[in-house]
Structures are given as structure tokens and as C-alpha cells.
């Protein structure tokens, strides 16, 4: 089994700052690209940022600038640093992985639960 836990979503005032965490645990060989989506209400689920195991970055247009990716490949974790929030930044944030778990040659995507992040104005 994998799993990814997320944290660190809450409510902010816009231009506020907010640091997304995510977690993945089981039984993992190895984690290629981690990233974050987000799904506002009566929106569909959008890319938010992307980076491979090479740290490779990729972000939605909308948050060029404002967000930052990282990940810590020891501990299987990978984080969303967002800078100057906009309340059209409101959503559920959910992280994911491409993992190939051991046993297994190819990777599959695994979500995380989703954690809420509310900016208000």
C-alpha cells in the first residue's frame, strides 16, 4: 500500500503565505514526478506545479512568481511554498506521486486526501 498525507492548508488573508506539505509512506522504490493540483467549487481539477526527481519545475501560469516547489526525495515529500495569495487562490490542494512500488516495473499515480486552503480578501 502507498499513501500520501498532506498538511499545512488553513485560512489566510490575501498577500498572506502559506507552506503545503505532502508525505508519501509504503512500500516505495521510487517516486518519479510529484506535484500539486487544485480544485476550486464548481471549477475543475487544475495543475498547480510539477517537479521530477531531477528537480525539474513546472507551474501553472497563474501561479508563476507566487508558488514554489520542492521536494525531499530521502523522505519521499514534496512542498508547495505559496507567496502573496489571492483569494482566487481558494481551493482544495491535492498533492500526488508517480511511484513504482517494489515488485512493480511501472509507476502509478497515487493522490493524496486533499487539504483546504481558503484566502480571503
Known amino acids: 500500500q502507498v499513501q500520501l498525507v498532506e498538511s499545512g492548508g488553513g485560512l489566510v488573508q490575501a498577500g498572506g503565505s502559506l507552506r503545503l506539505s505532502c508525505a508519501a509512506s509504503?512500500?516505495?522504490?521510487?517516486?518519479?514526478?510529484m506535484g500539486w493540483h487544485r480544485q476550486a467549487p464548481g471549477k475543475q481539477r487544475e495543475l498547480v506545479a510539477t517537479i521530477t526527481s531531477d528537480d525539474i519545475t513546472n507551474y501553472a501560469d497563474s501561479v508563476k512568481g507566487r508558488f514554489t516547489i520542492s521536494r525531499d526525495n530521502p523522505k519521499n515529500s514534496v512542498y508547495l511554498q505559496m507567496n502573496n495569495l489571492k483569494p482566487g487562490d481558494t481551493a482544495v490542494y491535492y498533492c500526488?506521486?508517480?511511484?513504482?512500488?517494489?515488485?512493480?516495473?511501472?509507476?502509478?499515480?497515487?493522490w493524496g486526501q486533499g487539504t483546504q486552503v481558503t484566502v480571503s480578501s
Open positions: 500526488y506521486g508517480d511511484i513504482s512500488r517494489f515488485g512493480r516495473s511501472s509507476p502509478s499515480r497515487y
Open positions: 509504503g512500500s516505495i522504490f521510487s517516486i518519479k514526478t
